[in-house]
């Protein structure tokens, strides 16, 4: 990699961690893990107003995260890339560890 194309990189990694640190975008992208979801059905489950859900969305659109389908008359959503799933298990691999105060090295 060229120093341009380092630089891209790190980037595009920093734009994922900052991603994963809006708790609405992180319940999102859990919540479809195994199944697609109409916006409606994001909103209904999380109780967070249709305007904030459909702006985070975009996002998760924007970085290939999530993708939707139109059927009918509803957008429906799904997980569009499932290796950020790993990035997000191994980070809460991490948090337990780090609230029961125990070394990463026991289980």
Do not use: C, W
């Not at 389908?69 to 809460?92: C, M, R, W």
């Amino acid at each position: 990699m060229n120093t341009n194309e380092e630089q891209n990189f790190k980037n595009e990694m920093e734009a994922v961690f900052k991603l994963l640190s809006n708790h609405i975008r992180l319940n999102i992208l859990i919540m479809l893990e195994n199944k697609q979801f109409s916006v409606n059905e994001i909103v209904e489950a999380l109780g967070i107003p249709q305007s904030q859900i459909s702006h985070q969305l975009a996002i998760l659109k924007k970085h290939q995260l999530v993708s939707s389908q139109k059927i009918g008359k509803k957008n429906f959503y799904k997980l569009d890339d499932p290796h950020i799933l790993n990035v997000i298990e191994s980070t809460a691999n991490h948090v337990k560890h780090v609230l029961q105060g125990k070394s990463h090295s026991e289980v």
